[in-house]
C-alpha cells in the first residue's frame, strides 16, 4: 500500500481585518509631499567621502595617463583608462567611508526620547521554508521580548507562500505548537495565501491591505532573521520618538556559519563590517538604505508612499520589481519620510549561505534584482542619495565584467608584456565580494603601493582598532589568534575573487539576457555538493584557468597574472573546501573565530534549543493511508 501526503489546506488563523489602502506609485510623477521638510544634513560627511574618492581616482588617471602617454596614446589604452576610473572609484569610496566611520565613532549616541508605545507587528514572510527552523526563532524573540520594557506591544503573523503541502502542513503543526507555548500578551498568528503572486513583496502587501491599519509598526524579518527583544524594543522605541522616521534599518550580523566559506563572510562581516557600516550611517544620514530584514517600518507611511507597480518588460510583458527593498526606501525618502539606518544596534542576526555554489545562487537573484535599477534612476521626484544607492547596487556587478574585459584586454595587449602588472585585492565588503584589480608599469611602483593601500585600509583600520584595545581583541581569543584570522581571511579573500568575478560576469550576462533563476528558499544547512555538479558549475572558471597557463608557458601572458591562473584552474577544489566545517575539523588557529563563535549570543542558544524542540514536535510528516 503506497503512503501519500495529504494535501494541507489553505489554513489561517488570523484577527479581525483592518484594512489599509496602498496604492501603486506613479515613478513618472514625484507625489505632493504634505510632511515637514527634513531639516538640510550636514554636507561635511558627504563631501569627506565623495571628493577624497574623486580626487584620488583622478590623480590615478592623471598618472597613468602621463605613462601611457610616453609612448603615445592609443584608442586602446584610452579604453583602459576609463574601464580602471570606472572600477578604481569605488575602491576610493570604500576608503573614504571607512574613514568618515571611524571619525563618526567619536560621536556619543544618545537613545531614544521616552515616547508613548506602539503597536508593533512582526511580519515573517516564509516560502518553502525549514518549518522548525523558522517557528523556533520564532519562540526565541518572542520570549526574549518579554524580558524588555517601553510598553510597546507586540503580535507575531507568519506570512506563509509555501506551494509544497508537506511543509504546509509542518507549518501548521509548528504554528499551533507555538501558539501554546507563546508568552502571555504576545498573539501569535499564521496565514498562507492561495495565491503567491509577485512573490515577497505581494505577501506583505496582502497582510498590510488586509491587517496593516492595526498596527503604528511593522518588523520585517526573514525566515532566517533572529533578533534580541532588546533590538526589536530598540527599533520600536527609535521610530515612537521620532515621528518623521518612515524606516530604520538595523545591521544584522551572520551567525550559524560553520563552514569555511560562511565563516570567512562571518569574520569579515563581524571583524571590518562595523566600520564601513558606521560609515554608511553617517554620511546616508536621513537618506538610508533598506536591506529587506530586520528593520521597522512605519506602516501607514509605508502603505502610503512605497507601493510598487510593475515594469514593462523589456522584451514586452511586465516585470516584477525584484530588489525590491532598495526602491522601497528610495519611495519613502521621496515621500517626506527619513530613512535611517543604526548600526550600532546590538542582537540583530541572519544566517548566510555556507558554500560558495550557495552563495553564488544567491547572488545570480540578487544580481539580476540590482540591475533592473538602472531602469528605475529617472524616477521622478527621488533623493540624490537614493539615486546613489540604486546605482550603487547595480554597480556592485558592474564592475566584475568591466574587470574581466580589463584583463582579458590587459593579457592580449603584446606590447611591453613583461613589464604590465595585474594587481588585484577583495574589497572589504562583506555583502558584494568584488574583484578590482589595477595596472601600471613595473617601473611605476608608487602605484603598486598606493592600489595595495587603498585596497587594504578599510580591513587594516578595523583590524588595527580591534587589536589596540585590550578588550575588543580578547572577544576574538587574543591577539595571536586574531592576526591569525586576519591573515587567513584575507588569503581566502584573494583565492576566492576571481571566482567570484567569473560567476558575477556570467550572473549579469544571464540578466541582460532575461534569464530568470527562479525563486527558491536559500538552502540554510550547508552541505558538500557531488563533483559533477562542481564541475558543471565552475567550468568556466577551470577552462580560462587552463587557457592562462597555455598562455603563460607559450610566453604570451605575464607571470603577475599566476595568482589568478591558481585560483581560477583550482575552482573545482576551492568550491569543495568552501563546504569543509571549520568548527569541527580545523585546526583552532584556523577556524576564523570571533565574538559570535567563542561565545554565542544568547538568542542564539535559546533559537537552537527551541529548535530543536519545535522539531521533536512536527517532524513527522502527516502520513494517510491510500
Given at each position: 500500500?503506497?503512503?501519500?501526503?495529504?494535501?494541507?489546506?489553505?489554513?489561517?488563523?488570523?484577527?479581525?481585518?483592518?484594512?489599509?489602502?496602498?496604492?501603486?506609485?506613479?515613478?513618472?510623477?514625484?507625489?505632493?509631499?504634505?510632511?515637514?521638510?527634513?531639516?538640510?544634513?550636514?554636507?561635511?560627511?558627504?563631501?569627506?567621502?565623495?571628493?577624497?574618492?574623486?580626487?584620488?581616482?583622478?590623480?590615478?588617471?592623471?598618472?597613468?595617463?602621463?605613462?601611457?602617454?610616453?609612448?603615445?596614446?592609443?584608442?586602446?589604452?584610452?579604453?583602459?583608462?576609463?574601464?580602471?576610473?570606472?572600477?578604481?572609484?569605488?575602491?576610493?569610496?570604500?576608503?573614504?567611508?571607512?574613514?568618515?566611520?571611524?571619525?563618526?565613532?567619536?560621536?556619543?549616541?544618545?537613545g531614544p526620547q521616552m515616547a508613548g508605545p506602539l503597536d508593533v507587528a512582526l511580519l515573517v514572510p516564509i516560502y518553502n521554508e525549514v518549518a522548525w527552523d523558522v517557528f523556533g526563532?520564532?519562540?526565541?524573540?518572542?520570549?526574549?521580548?518579554?524580558?524588555?520594557?517601553?510598553?510597546?506591544?507586540?503580535?507575531?503573523?507568519?506570512?506563509?507562500?509555501?506551494?509544497?503541502?508537506?511543509?504546509?502542513?509542518?507549518?501548521?503543526?509548528?504554528?499551533?505548537?507555538?501558539?501554546?507555548?507563546?508568552?502571555?500578551?504576545?498573539?501569535?498568528?499564521?496565514?498562507?495565501?492561495?495565491?503567491?503572486?509577485?512573490?515577497?513583496?505581494?505577501?506583505?502587501?496582502?497582510?498590510?491591505?488586509?491587517?496593516?491599519?492595526?498596527?503604528?509598526?511593522?518588523?520585517?524579518?526573514?525566515?532566517?532573521?533572529?533578533?534580541?527583544?532588546?533590538?526589536?524594543?530598540?527599533?520600536?522605541?527609535?521610530?515612537?520618538?521620532?515621528?518623521?522616521?518612515?524606516?530604520?534599518?538595523?545591521?544584522?550580523?551572520?551567525?550559524?556559519?560553520?563552514?569555511?566559506?560562511?565563516?570567512?563572510?562571518?569574520?569579515?562581516?563581524?571583524?571590518?563590517?562595523?566600520?564601513?557600516?558606521?560609515?554608511?550611517?553617517?554620511?546616508?544620514?536621513?537618506?538610508?538604505?533598506?536591506?529587506?530584514?530586520?528593520?521597522?517600518?512605519?506602516?501607514?507611511?509605508?502603505?502610503?508612499a512605497a507601493g510598487l507597480p510593475h515594469l514593462q518588460g523589456l522584451l514586452g510583458g511586465d516585470d516584477l520589481i525584484l530588489s525590491h527593498d532598495f526602491v522601497e526606501a528610495s519611495?519613502?525618502?521621496?515621500?517626506?519620510?527619513?530613512?535611517?539606518?543604526?548600526?550600532?544596534?546590538?542582537?540583530?542576526?541572519?544566517?548566510?549561505?555556507?558554500?560558495?555554489?550557495?552563495?553564488?545562487?544567491?547572488?545570480?537573484?540578487?544580481?539580476?534584482?540590482?540591475?533592473?535599477?538602472?531602469?528605475?534612476?529617472?524616477?521622478?521626484?527621488?533623493?540624490?542619495?537614493?539615486?546613489?544607492?540604486?546605482?550603487?547596487?547595480?554597480?556592485?556587478?558592474?564592475?566584475?565584467?568591466?574587470?574581466?574585459?580589463?584583463?582579458?584586454?590587459?593579457?592580449?595587449?603584446?606590447?611591453?608584456?613583461?613589464?604590465?602588472?595585474?594587481?588585484?585585492?577583495?574589497?572589504?565588503?562583506?555583502?558584494?565580494?568584488?574583484?578590482?584589480?589595477?595596472?601600471?608599469?613595473?617601473?611605476?611602483?608608487?602605484?603598486?603601493?598606493?592600489?595595495?593601500?587603498?585596497?587594504?585600509?578599510?580591513?587594516?583600520?578595523?583590524?588595527?582598532?580591534?587589536?589596540?584595545?585590550?578588550?575588543?581583541?580578547?572577544?576574538?581569543?587574543?591577539?595571536?589568534?586574531?592576526?591569525?584570522?586576519?591573515?587567513?581571511?584575507?588569503?581566502?579573500?584573494?583565492?576566492?575573487?576571481?571566482?567570484?568575478?567569473?560567476?558575477?560576469?556570467?550572473?549579469?550576462?544571464?540578466?541582460?539576457?532575461?534569464?530568470?533563476?527562479?525563486?527558491?528558499?536559500?538552502?540554510?544547512?550547508?552541505?558538500?555538493?557531488?563533483?559533477?555538479?562542481?564541475?558543471?558549475?565552475?567550468?568556466?572558471?577551470?577552462?580560462?584557468?587552463?587557457?592562462?597557463?597555455?598562455?603563460?608557458?607559450?610566453?604570451?601572458?605575464?607571470?603577475?597574472?599566476?595568482?589568478?591562473?591558481?585560483?581560477?584552474?583550482?575552482?573545482?577544489?576551492?568550491?569543495?573546501?568552501?563546504?569543509?566545517?571549520?568548527?569541527?575539523?580545523?585546526?583552532?588557529?584556523?577556524?576564523?573565530?570571533?565574538?559570535?563563535?567563542?561565545?554565542?549570543?544568547?538568542?542564539?542558544?535559546?533559537?537552537?534549543?527551541?529548535?530543536?524542540?519545535?522539531?521533536?514536535?512536527?517532524?513527522?510528516?502527516?502520513?494517510?493511508?491510500?
Amino acid at each position: 500500500m503506497d503512503q501519500i501526503v495529504t494535501p494541507a489546506p489553505l489554513r489561517a488563523d488570523m484577527p479581525p481585518r483592518a484594512p489599509l489602502d496602498m496604492p501603486a506609485q506613479n515613478f513618472a510623477r514625484a507625489p505632493n509631499v504634505a510632511l515637514p521638510a527634513i531639516d538640510r544634513p550636514d554636507p561635511i560627511w558627504r563631501l569627506a567621502v565623495f571628493l577624497p574618492a574623486l580626487m584620488a581616482t583622478g590623480l590615478m588617471l592623471w598618472g597613468l595617463h602621463g605613462l601611457f602617454a610616453t609612448s603615445g596614446m592609443t584608442a586602446f589604452e584610452y579604453v583602459l583608462l576609463v574601464l580602471i576610473g570606472a572600477t578604481f572609484v569605488w575602491v576610493t569610496l570604500a576608503v573614504s567611508t571607512a574613514g568618515v566611520g571611524l571619525a563618526g565613532r567619536l560621536d556619543p549616541v544618545a537613545g531614544p526620547q521616552m515616547a508613548g508605545p506602539l503597536d508593533v507587528a512582526l511580519l515573517v514572510p516564509i516560502y518553502n521554508e525549514v518549518a522548525w527552523d523558522v517557528f523556533g526563532n520564532a519562540s526565541a524573540m518572542l520570549n526574549d521580548l518579554t524580558h524588555q520594557k517601553g510598553g510597546h506591544r507586540y503580535t507575531l503573523f507568519v506570512l506563509s507562500d509555501t506551494r509544497d503541502e508537506g511543509i504546509a502542513t509542518q507549518e501548521w503543526q509548528a504554528f499551533a505548537a507555538l501558539q501554546d507555548s507563546a508568552p502571555d500578551g504576545i498573539a501569535v498568528h499564521y496565514r498562507r495565501r492561495s495565491d503567491n503572486a509577485d512573490k515577497k513583496v505581494g505577501n506583505l502587501v496582502d497582510w498590510i491591505t488586509g491587517w496593516g491599519a492595526a498596527y503604528e509598526g511593522m518588523v520585517v524579518l526573514d525566515a532566517d532573521s533572529l533578533m534580541t527583544g532588546r533590538a526589536i524594543a530598540r527599533l520600536s522605541s527609535e521610530l515612537a520618538a521620532d515621528p518623521r522616521a518612515g524606516l530604520i534599518q538595523s545591521f544584522p550580523q551572520l551567525i550559524g556559519a560553520d563552514t569555511l566559506f560562511a565563516r570567512m563572510q562571518q569574520f569579515s562581516n563581524v571583524a571590518y563590517g562595523w566600520l564601513l557600516a558606521e560609515g554608511l550611517a553617517h554620511w546616508s544620514r536621513d537618506e538610508g538604505n533598506y536591506w529587506g530584514h530586520n528593520a521597522i517600518i512605519r506602516t501607514r507611511a509605508f502603505a502610503s508612499a512605497a507601493g510598487l507597480p510593475h515594469l514593462q518588460g523589456l522584451l514586452g510583458g511586465d516585470d516584477l520589481i525584484l530588489s525590491h527593498d532598495f526602491v522601497e526606501a528610495s519611495l519613502l525618502r521621496r515621500a517626506g519620510w527619513r530613512v535611517r539606518f543604526l548600526p550600532r544596534v546590538s542582537g540583530s542576526f541572519e544566517e548566510t549561505p555556507g558554500t560558495l555554489i550557495d552563495y553564488v545562487l544567491r547572488d545570480r537573484r540578487w544580481c539580476r534584482g540590482n540591475l533592473q535599477h538602472l531602469r528605475l534612476l529617472t524616477t521622478r521626484g527621488l533623493h540624490p542619495v537614493s539615486r546613489f544607492h540604486l546605482f550603487q547596487g547595480a554597480a556592485a556587478y558592474l564592475m566584475s565584467p568591466a574587470w574581466f574585459v580589463l584583463l582579458v584586454f590587459w593579457t592580449l595587449l603584446g606590447r611591453d608584456a613583461d613589464t604590465n602588472v595585474i594587481t588585484y585585492f577583495n574589497e572589504a565588503n562583506p555583502l558584494f565580494p568584488n574583484w578590482p584589480p589595477a595596472m601600471t608599469h613595473i617601473d611605476s611602483a608608487i602605484f603598486l603601493v598606493v592600489m595595495y593601500a587603498m585596497l587594504l585600509t578599510p580591513k587594516i583600520t578595523s583590524a588595527a582598532i580591534i587589536a589596540t584595545n585590550r578588550k575588543a581583541v580578547r572577544l576574538y581569543g587574543g591577539r595571536r589568534s586574531f592576526g591569525v584570522a586576519v591573515l587567513f581571511e584575507l588569503a581566502l579573500s584573494v583565492a576566492y575573487a576571481p571566482i567570484m568575478m567569473i560567476q558575477q560576469t556570467r550572473a549579469v550576462l544571464r540578466s541582460l539576457l532575461g534569464r530568470s533563476e527562479g525563486w527558491v528558499p536559500q538552502q540554510r544547512n550547508a552541505q558538500a555538493y557531488p563533483l559533477r555538479v562542481m564541475l558543471k558549475f565552475h567550468w568556466v572558471e577551470t577552462v580560462m584557468g587552463l587557457l592562462l597557463v597555455v598562455g603563460l608557458a607559450a610566453g604570451l601572458v605575464s607571470w603577475w597574472l599566476l595568482p589568478i591562473m591558481i585560483s581560477l584552474v583550482l575552482a573545482v577544489p576551492l568550491s569543495a573546501l568552501s563546504s569543509v566545517n571549520l568548527r569541527t575539523r580545523a585546526p583552532a588557529a584556523l577556524r576564523l573565530d570571533n565574538p559570535l563563535t567563542l561565545r554565542e549570543p544568547a538568542i542564539v542558544v535559546s533559537a537552537r534549543a527551541a529548535r530543536a524542540d519545535m522539531r521533536g514536535q512536527i517532524d513527522t510528516p502527516n502520513i494517510a493511508a491510500e
